[in-house]
């Protein structure tokens, strides 16, 4: 069973759009929710992290959201560009030694 | 800076054969882990470690070994080959101590059992 729901499976978005990813988890000892991004053949990479005791993070055109009393938490892609176009996993991280915790993953495209 | 690499990128098994995923990694990070990441599925952890000489169990273990003898290696060894372990492999490092730490990946090997 999946520990951290992500939705939707795939995405498209207009050039300029903004796009919505949904994750949500059950297990109230996760304390730190990051967010990756991978391109085709390539690794995951950080794009963005937030604590539990923090409604709202924000970095250039990428914003988190967290809801901590629903268990949910969002990423938000602000005037999204072709550029963006890749598989964003939601995560979490429990427990000793930084272990990752991974959404399904949602696959974005940006059409110009 | 080379960060985490891991070779080979590709690779096709017969059942029952053997085959060990290299990982190394130069940045000194204490934490290593192995992914695997099937369609649809995210990547689940196979084994993780946290020092030369300790190493444990992840969600996904069965079917794999590990060993690291080095700060800068994490080998991943399957030894009886099977189609369930058709995947791609992710070895990533963290450098540890604290929650708000980034995890840094391999660019990943492709792995096929026939």
């Known amino acids: 069973q999946q520990q951290v729901k992500q939705s939707p499976q795939s995405l498209i978005v207009q050039k300029g759009g903004i796009s919505i990813i949904n994750c949500a988890y059950e297990n109230t000892a996760f304390d730190y929710f990051p967010w990756y991004q991978q391109f085709p053949g390539k690794g995951p990479a950080l794009l963005i992290a937030?604590?539990?005791?923090?409604s709202e993070k924000k970095e250039g055109r990428f914003t988190i959201s967290f809801n901590k009393s629903a268990k949910q938490f969002s990423l938000h892609i602000m005037d999204s560009q072709p550029g963006d176009s890749a598989t964003y996993f939601c995560?979490?991280?429990?427990?000793?030694?930084?272990?990752?915790?991974f959404g399904a993953g949602t696959r974005l495209a940006v059409h110009p | 800076n080379a960060g985490v690499t891991q070779t080979p990128k590709f690779r096709i098994l017969k059942i029952g054969q053997s085959m060990t995923l290299q990982c190394t990694q130069d940045?000194?990070?204490?934490?290593m882990y192995w992914y695997r990441q099937d369609p649809g599925m995210g990547l689940k952890l196979i084994y993780y470690s946290v020092g030369a000489g300790i190493t444990d169990k992840g969600e996904v273990p069965n079917g794999y070994n590990v060993s690291r003898s080095t700060t800068e290696d994490f080998p991943l060894r399957l030894e009886l080959a099977a189609p369930s372990q058709t995947s791609v492999y992710f070895c990533?490092?963290?450098?540890?101590?604290?929650?708000?730490?980034?995890?840094?990946f391999g660019q990943g090997t492709r792995l096929t059992v026939v």
């Open positions: 940045m000194n990070h204490n934490y």
């Open positions: 937030i604590r539990p005791d923090v």
């Open positions: 990533a490092s963290n450098p540890g101590g604290g929650r708000n730490t980034e995890a840094f």
């Open positions: 995560a979490a991280i429990s427990g000793g030694y930084n272990k990752l915790i």
